[in-house]
């Protein structure tokens, strides 16, 4: 599975962001995507995860309420609306697709289908 993330930028504190990621080639092996992210000198930590069909979601604690993970099937594509932003949402922003939703949420050393990153930089 190859993955194309887009959408990253620079905005102010409270401002909003859409990430979107585009899935192709076996994408019926995978069964959720995921967006996980890194800040400089720290590691990367995941952020939401969705399953296939959109049903079940997950969010880290940090970013519960103001981050909404989608899913468009027709597409392969999972977007990441992210509202009232804060500088510590400063990052490299990587999706990735699981073979199962546990591999997203609890198991991210198994994933091997990354994206490229995409930067997300809020001001203060």
């Known amino acids: 599975v190859q993955l194309q993330a887009s959408g990253g930028g620079l905005v102010q504190a409270g401002g909003s962001l859409r990430l979107s990621c585009a899935a192709s080639?076996?994408?019926?092996?995978?069964?959720?995507m995921g967006w996980f992210r890194q800040a400089p000198g720290k590691e990367r930590e995941f952020v939401a995860a969705?399953?296939?069909?959109?049903?079940?979601?997950t969010y880290a604690d940090s970013v519960q309420g103001r981050f909404t993970i989608s899913i468009d099937n027709a597409k392969s594509t999972v977007s990441l609306q992210m509202n009232s932003l804060k500088p510590e949402d400063t990052a490299v922003y990587f999706c990735a697709a699981g073979e199962t939703y546990n591999t997203i949420v609890r198991r991210p050393a198994h994933i091997d289908s990354w994206g490229q990153g995409t930067q997300v930089t809020v001001s203060s």
């Open positions: 969705i399953n296939w069909n959109g049903g079940l979601k």
């Open positions: 080639g076996r994408t019926r092996s995978r069964s959720a």
